[in-house]
């Protein structure tokens, strides 16, 4: 954007602007069994303004980073979950440059693991999960930076059986959505600046989000009972 201005206001409003422009492509196709997940929590907030535009289905997919160790905002990998299977990604990157121990990972991913069920019962309470096999999946996430989480959450929606997968954001990394476009069938990205260093600079209002906004958001989106 010119003069430094942030493109989105805040989540709200980028969801409505990655939504028109999922809405206005040939993929997902109009008739195609859409349904939505965001990654919670600000992703949520995003994908409810993409299921609107493409009336689909609403839900979410729980993702939780693992920090490393000492360095817990730094993701040495990532878990998310689709139903009961549970999917771990490692970023080896950042592994290559500091020794964790087998068991200081283990630790840790289980520590997450608690967390993040405990989210999606918060989050979803009694629901079931919106049924994914033979269906095309967005993924919606507020940005990508490493794309951890993202990867983690691919992987386990590929085990539930999709016809395709496609990864959709406001904001990312050009090195990161360029690296995911050979793990999904589509990555849409609205804005990917060259000199990106955080997803919060694509937003004037970037302040983190509650669960009662997730849980707000499920619970207005498209078919929410679907």
């Known amino acids: 954007m010119a003069g430094g201005a942030s493109p989105f206001a805040d989540r709200g409003s980028a969801g409505r602007a990655l939504g028109a422009e999922l809405a206005g492509r040939t993929r997902p196709a109009p008739d195609a069994d859409v349904v939505v997940l965001g990654l919670p929590r600000g992703g949520v907030v995003v994908a409810a303004g993409v299921a609107d535009a493409l009336g689909a289905p609403l839900d979410v997919v729980p993702v939780r ?3 490393l160790p000492g360095q817990p905002e730094l993701a040495m990998g990532a878990i998310a979950a689709a139903g009961d299977v549970v999917e771990t990604v490692r970023t080896e990157a950042v592994l290559a440059r500091v020794a964790v121990a087998p068991e200081e990972f283990a630790a840790v991913r289980e520590r997450e693991l608690t967390e993040l069920r405990r989210r999606e019962a918060a989050y979803r309470g009694d629901r079931q999960p919106v049924p994914l096999a033979g269906r095309t999946v967005v993924l919606v ?13 691919v992987a386990a929606v590929r085990r539930a059986g999709p016809d395709r997968v496609v990864v959709a954001v406001p904001v990312g990394s050009p ?20 000199g990106f260093t955080a997803v919060g600079q694509g937003y004037d209002d970037f302040r983190p989000t509650g669960d009662d906004e997730v849980r707000a958001a499920l619970a207005t989106g498209p078919a929410a009972g679907r």
Do not use: H, I, S
């Open 65 to 67: 980073k693992l920090g």
């Open 141 to 153: 996430d507020d940005g990508l930076a490493t794309g951890a989480t993202m990867r983690a959450a």
């Open 175 to 194: 090195t990161t959505c360029a690296a995911l476009r050979a793990d999904v069938d589509e990555v849409v990205c609205l804005w990917a600046p060259v």
